[in-house]
C-alpha cells in the first residue's frame, strides 16, 4: 500500500468519524428534560423573604415537590422552629428542602400542602387551592397551632 493510498484512507476515516460525532451530538435527545419550576422568591410584602408564581398555575396543579428531613421536635430549635412543617404525629417536625420554607401565611391560602412517601424518600407536595397568577405570592395556612405555641395572635 503507498503512503498517499494510506494517508487518504486515515484523512476519510477521521473526516468520518468527526461527521458522526457532530450529527450524533446534533440530534441526540435530551437525556434530561429540562426543569422548570414554577416558584420564584422575592421581597415578600408581608414579611421578609416570599415564594412567588412563577408562572401562571391551575387550580389543582403541583407548585413543588421539596424533598423533606424528619426530625424530632427536640431536635428543633431556635430559630429553625419557624421554618419547619409538622410531621406525621406531634413529635415530628419536617425540615423542608427547596422553596417550602420560604411560603408566608394567610387565612385564606392560595396553596396547600401533604406528605408523600417516594422512592426516594418524604416529599411536601405543594400544590394550588385556586388558579394562581404569574408573580402572585404564594401563601398557605399555617395552622392555628403553630400560632399559639409562639403566643401570637394569628394573622
Known sequence: MEPSFFALLVLIFCAGAGLGIALSRKFRPDT???????????????SGRGAFA?????QGDIVERCPVLELDQDDIGGELLNYVFYGNDETKRLVTMGNGMLFNHSSFPNVAYYLEDTPLGPELVIYALRDIRKDEELFYNYGNEWWSTRAIEAQ
Request: hydrophobic content about 30%.
Open 32 to 46: 434530561e428534560p429540562a426543569y422548570e419550576t414554577a416558584v420564584r422568591t422575592g421581597k415578600s410584602n408581608i
Open 54 to 58: 412563577a408562572h401562571d398555575i391551575s
